[in-house]
T-cell receptor, first 117, second 113 residues
Framework: AQTVTQSQPEMSVQEAETVTLSCTYD???????LFWYKQPPSRQMILVIR??????QNATENRFSVNFQKAAKSFSLKISDSQLGDTAMYFC??????????????FGKGTRLSVIA | DAMVIQNPRYQVTQFGKPVTLSCSQT?????MYWYQQKSSQAPKLLFH???????NEADTPDNFQSRRPNTSFCFLDIRSPGLGDAAMYLC????????????FGPGTRLLVL
């Protein structure tokens, strides 16, 4: 079974600064996908960024980027130029590859990020 | 806009009184999921449908059931809600392409009195 660990229950960052959220995972799979989801207070969960394990290049989406270290089973999220709207719970999630169909996500426990003005 | 819709957004029920939560989607996705999320915790998968094939997680209580009458709609039935079932219930959908993103609805917050 796969597990996802987020070791930082809460973090805070000043507006315009950079913050890194940590995520490690455990799996025996060689092909899989990793995700960061954002859940703002009282709002729905949305995808922040996605990484395919077979791709060495780290995914980026505007101010969001990841540091994917496959050997270390580490998948951290970096948020640059933090904005007040980035305040949310962030979940790291793992999905193993299946040739046909999709497989369920395994979530970490989340990191609550507060951006301070 | 294509989306995942959950109704109602808030549901109050009495201890032991059956309740049904609904989810609809305009994404035409084959896969639909129901998650339970308690305060400040990660979502916990209850079950998912791959088309009409129902997949129940091993630790999902028998008190929870689901129906998917067509591609667009999925229902979560809680037969006899207990106080411990108070939570946010999230519906999500995805295509069948490997590794595809799941799209979440806004959730239904269930309160059991």
């Amino acid at each position: 079974a796969q597990t996802v660990t987020q070791s930082q229950p809460e973090m805070s960052v000043q507006e315009a600064e950079t913050v890194t959220l940590s995520c490690t995972y455990d799996t025996s799979e060689s092909n899989y996908y990793l995700f960061w989801y954002k859940q703002p207070p009282s709002r729905q969960m949305i995808l922040v960024i996605r990484q395919e394990a077979y791709k060495q290049q780290n995914a980026t989406e505007n101010r969001f980027s990841v540091n994917f270290q496959k050997a270390a089973k580490s998948f951290s999220l970096k948020i640059s130029d933090s904005q007040l709207g980035d305040t949310a719970m962030y979940f790291c999630a793992f999905m193993k590859h299946a040739n046909s169909g999709n497989t369920p996500l395994v979530f970490g426990k989340g990191t609550r990020l507060s951006v301070i003005a | 806009d294509a989306m995942v819709i959950q109704n109602p957004r808030y549901q109050v029920t009495q201890f032991g009184k059956p309740v049904t939560l609904s989810c609809s989607q305009t994404l035409n996705h084959n896969v639909m999921y129901w998650y339970q999320q308690k305060s400040s915790q990660a979502p916990k998968l209850l079950f998912h449908y791959y088309d009409k094939d129902f997949n129940n997680e091993a630790d999902t209580p028998d008190n929870f059931q689901s129906r998917r009458p067509n591609t667009s709609f999925c229902f979560l039935d809680i037969r006899s809600p207990g106080l411990g079932d108070a939570a946010m219930y999230l519906c999500a959908t995805s295509s069948t392409l490997p590794g595809e993103t799941q799209y979440f609805g806004p959730g239904t917050r269930l309160l059991v009195l």
